[in-house]
């Protein structure tokens, strides 16, 4: 299966890493690389996440974020990625 990420979920993990690096820039790289690690764990077991808030979606969950995802067909498309403390929408 291939990955791909909706311009939402890719403004999201830019944010998250621009607003790390304002402490540390190392941890900030870091926790980018265990996020894309996790979602990329999807291609072999797309069901990893459990059901999502939103009918027809997954929720991946991974250190303090949570990542909503579908599955269409061949691909799994990252929704969002959101910090646990955020509130998520109610639509993706």
Known sequence: MEIKWL??????IEDIAEYIALDN???AKTEVAKIKHS??????????????RVTGTRELI????????RVKGNEIQII????????P???W
């Open 7 to 12: 311009k939402k979920a890719l403004k999201n």
């Open 25 to 27: 820039i190392d941890y």
């Open 39 to 52: 979602i990329n764990l999807l291609k072999e077991t797309p069901s990893l996440g459990k059901s999502g």
């Open 62 to 69: 991974t250190g303090n974020y949570i990542i909503p995802y």
């Open 80 to 87: 969002r990625v959101f910090h646990t403390s955020q509130n």
């Open 89 to 91: 929408t109610k639509k």
